[in-house]
């Protein structure tokens, strides 16, 4: 990539392809609006050609007929549905956490500062493994979130044909009716697996009823859970300070107010984040408006003690969860499984049983951890030994990402007493 000039304004012709529902759409608008670049949301801020002319695009993209400007895709990616990022120039952009590093490449501005840190390797590999634990294992705990704890009282049907009316007209009402039986669907491919015996939403219709699965163990408990545990570790930081690594605004932050801005409109999510994190939740709406005051493009960035409960965090539930997807894949790649992600999972291919804060779980083996994994496994080797020194004291343990191999010691998972 090289640098060019400065991405100005929603007249150059940027468009975020995607929906407010999206927890990777909303990551994406808030990097471009740290950014400075204009752009417009589409659909729903388009005409019907508009949303025709940008959907063909996207279909033609994912179908390999328009070439990818950024990033470079692995046989083992897949484009999602949403979001992209399309620009003026036949710019054709996917995957919220590489659009950071091609917006610290592309924008030319002196307010500006990096996404990821440069000049501070410890500190940048620190940014991209928040990340990638939000986007992995916040999906899973911000899905269950709308779906299940906010079961009753979440509008995303409605809120969707909203934004589809653009493109599908009177037929949107249609698609707002079918989209959350759809998601709650997917809740056990995205980790949420109700108990066989499951009480309390006999009221519900039975499409939003919350599943279980045949021989799934239930994991309602355990992402609850999860999410309470990080609610504790990231509500001591954002009360002291105005961003997760200090004074300046990075993709860490960023994908946390993806992940948990996705469940402001959300009722019964929503009441829980402002009752256990008022801190986070007013962070949460100051980065809705658009707000990333205070912000110095020399503010610091400390690698300090109030940052080790979320990486204890991370280091209990997103090293274990890549760790064991990874031994999957190898498991049935050898055995020559060629069907992974959601169509194996809707096949009934390519399971496997782990187990996750002491609790079982069982999933499919996807392709994308197993590459983020081996990028998170890669960084973490290539540190000099002084960065890494600088991370282990305040990792629980540095076994689940060291040199030695791909092997987890338990240790990774639990501070030492």
Request: charged letters at 25%.
């Amino acid at each position: 990539m090289t640098r060019a000039q400065p991405l100005e304004s929603a007249a150059d012709g940027w468009v975020l392809w995607g929906s407010e529902l999206s927890p990777f759409a909303l990551k994406v608008e808030a990097l471009l609006r740290f950014a400075g670049v204009g752009f417009r949301w589409l659909p729903a801020s388009g005409s019907f050609f508009e949303a025709f002319r940008f959907d063909r695009r996207r279909r033609r993209l994912v179908a390999r007929r328009l070439p990818l400007t950024w990033p470079k895709m692995t046989d083992l990616d897949e484009f999602p549905l949403v979001p992209f990022v399309f620009g003026p120039a036949g710019e054709n952009l996917y995957d919220s956490s590489a659009i950071a590093a091609w917006l610290d490449q592309r924008v030319n501005s002196a307010a500006h500062s990096p996404l990821l840190p440069t000049g501070d390797a410890a500190l940048r590999f620190a940014v991209r493994l928040i990340d990638e634990a939000l986007d992995e294992v916040g999906l899973y705990l911000v899905h269950h979130n709308r779906w299940v704890v906010s079961a009753r009282d979440n509008d995303a049907g409605m809120r969707l044909a909203r934004e589809m009316r653009a493109l599908f007209g009177p037929l949107a009402v249609l698609v707002g009716y079918s989209f959350p039986g759809r998601q709650v669907r997917r809740l056990p491919y995205l980790f949420s697996v109700a108990p066989s015996d499951a009480a309390g939403f006999d009221d519900l219709p039975a499409r939003l009823r919350p599943p279980s699965r045949p021989g799934f163990p239930p994991t309602h408990k355990l992402i609850e859970g999860a999410f309470a545990q990080l609610l504790g570790a990231i509500e001591p930081m954002l009360s002291a300070r105005a961003y997760l690594l200090g004074e300046r605004f990075t993709l860490a932050d960023a994908s946390l107010y993806g992940q948990l801005g996705m469940n402001r409109s959300d009722p019964g999510a929503w009441r829980w984040i402002r009752r256990d994190a008022p801190a986070t939740a007013a962070w949460i709406e100051r980065i809705a408006r658009g707000d990333f005051h205070p912000q110095r493009p020399d503010g610091r960035l400390s690698l300090d003690d109030p940052i080790a409960p979320l990486l204890d965090w991370i280091c209990r539930t997103l090293v274990p969860l890549m760790q064991q997807n990874h031994d999957a894949w190898q498991r049935h790649h050898a055995n020559g499984e060629t069907r992974f992600n959601e169509a194996a999972f809707d096949a009934g291919r390519a399971l496997y049983d782990g187990t996750l804060l002491g609790q079982p779980f069982r999933s499919v083996v996807k392709t994308f951890q197993v590459r983020v994994w081996r990028d998170l496994r890669a960084e973490w080797d290539a540190l000099a030994p002084a960065d890494r020194a600088r991370l282990e004291t305040l990792l629980p343990s540095a076994h689940g990402l060291d040199h030695t191999g791909l092997s987890l010691n338990s240790a990774a998972l639990a501070r030492p007493s």
